[in-house]
C-alpha cells in the first residue's frame, strides 16, 4: 500500500513540473529564437507538436487510475509507459527537449521500476 502512495506523490509532482512554464521548448526557424511553453500551453499544440498535451493526458489517467479500484491499477504502468513515449517523440520530433521533460521522465520511470526493484535480487 505505501508503494501506491509514493507513486502517487510521483506523478503530482510530474504532474506539477509539467504545469511550469519552463516544460517545453520550441525552436524556430531563426536559432535565437527559443521559447519554452508549459506542457498545457496551446502554443506547441498551434505548431503540431500534440506529444506535450498527450503526456500530461497521460499522466493525469495514470494518477486517477492508480487511485481507483484495484480493478484499474494495471491500467497505471501503461499510461506511465505512453507518457514516457509521448515525451520522447517530442524530443526526437520537434527538437523540444528540456530538463523538465527530463525530469519528467526520469520521476516516471523510477515510478514504473519501483515494482520491480526489490525483485531483482542476485539471490536464487
Partial sequence: MR????????????????A??????LRFQDPLRIRQYSYL????????????I????????????LLLRRDYG?????CLGLSI??????WVMFSAFS??????????????LQKHLPSWSLEN
Fill in 85 to 90: 513515449i509521448s515525451q520522447c517523440l517530442s
Fill in 41 to 52: 500551453s496551446p502554443t506547441p499544440m498551434l505548431c503540431g507538436n500534440w506529444f506535450p
Fill in 54 to 65: 498527450l503526456a500530461i493526458l497521460f499522466s493525469f489517467l495514470a494518477l486517477v487510475f
Fill in 3 to 18: 508503494c501506491k502512495y509514493f507513486s502517487a506523490i510521483g506523478i503530482s509532482t510530474s504532474l506539477l513540473l509539467m
Fill in 99 to 112: 530538463v523538465t521533460g527530463l525530469a519528467v521522465v526520469l520521476i516516471h520511470s523510477s515510478i514504473l
Fill in 74 to 78: 494495471q491500467m497505471a504502468p501503461v
Fill in 20 to 25: 511550469l512554464p519552463c516544460g517545453v521548448t
